[in-house]
């Protein structure tokens, strides 16, 4: 079992920055990339960005030059460095960890998510 802990959201001005972390715990070494989804109301959930054990990343288009994740010292810390906020990033942020980057599967395990609202 893998555990997947949330945090550092919150409610910014645009323009702003924040960053979330994940925290997983348990079985860690059953997983192979951890991903950040999104989902605002209405919508669809959506990636944000994909980072693999070993290093590869993957973002979606609009948060690339804007958004960084990465995994510091800690090996199951996984950041994501929010810059330049904009109205449209307000969402659920969630958490995802499983064996592919950038594609859900049924062997993935999600937290519970952290809100994010920017305001204009």
């Known amino acids: 079992q893998v555990h997947l802990a949330e945090s550092g959201g919150g409610e910014v001005e645009a323009g702003g920055s924040l960053t979330l972390s994940c925290v997983i715990s348990g079985n860690i070494l059953s997983i192979n990339a951890v991903n950040w989804y999104r989902q605002a109301p209405g919508k669809e959930r959506e990636l944000v960005a994909g980072?693999?054990?070993?290093?590869?990343?993957n973002y979606a288009d609009g948060v690339q030059d804007r958004f960084t994740i990465s995994r510091p010292n800690a090996q199951n810390t996984v950041l994501l460095q929010m810059t330049d906020l904009k109205p449209e990033d307000t969402a659920v942020y969630l958490c995802?960890?499983?064996?592919?980057?950038?594609?859900?599967?049924?062997?993935?395990?999600w937290g519970q998510g952290t809100q994010v609202t920017v305001s204009s």
């Open positions: 980072l693999t054990r070993g290093g590869s990343t």
């Open positions: 995802n960890a499983g064996p592919l980057i950038a594609t859900t599967t049924p062997y993935d395990y």
